[in-house]
């Protein structure tokens, strides 16, 4: 028969892989928490309003790549903020740093850490650039990605700047496939801009009269308005017009198109 376990041998328990950064230790501000409210000001000012703990994190390991995570930032989901407005404890965002590796680090290092994961943390805007609001009056957050992700040999082989303009040029090409029409116009000479929306329905006999009351309603009640907000939007321009949908964009396209090519 097998031994008994002995009662006084203590079963093994589950580590405890995060906790909270405390702001003040010793009446001073700790390290990550001045690296962080040294940063905001003075790169990331938008995140002023946002409400961000600091935790830290034991136990990450470098994945099959070699990759060691070093931070990684949370936006708080609803039920995050239902429980921090009941219990008194609310937060916007939550950012978890690598214990085991941060000692070894230099305070550059920890800076440019820090700094990278504000970079990650931004305002939800509007159309028009405000800040969104949810239906409790409280600022509305979202999680950016990289703008940037490339292999060392991609770098390497095509160059920095070549790669930082890669998605940029992707875009652009993805929106000139949209509106190739609309990309030679862009070309023709001639002022068209102060014409009324009107003109599109002589252009284009296919454009109704109600439709020209929605770029109305829209606030588009010139040319000039109606391309720049094509300029602005692209191919989705016409979710800023109520009623306009993707079908009912085109013959206004063309009719633009066909305006600006007369001019």
Partial sequence: MGRKKSKSVEEKRKAVKVRPIERKH???????????????PQHHPELEPAKIILLW?????????????LAHPKKASELDRAIGSTFGDAYDFAVQLNEDAWPGLSDDKKRQIIDHAMCHLAPDLDRDGNQKLDAKERRCWRL?????????????????EECLGLNATALQAVEDADRPLLKAAEQAAGDFRARPVEALAEANPKITTAQIAKLHLAGLDTLGELAGLMEREATWWHKAVPGIGKDTAAPIEDALVAIRGAS
């Fill in 26 to 40: 010793g009446g001073k501000v700790t390290g990550p928490y001045r690296i962080m409210e040294e940063l905001i």
């Fill in 57 to 69: 994190r034991k136990g990450w390991k470098p994945d099959v790549d070699r990759f060691l995570q």
């Fill in 144 to 160: 950016r990605k990289h703008p940037i992700q490339e292999f060392p040999e991609i770098l390497e082989r095509y160059g920095v």
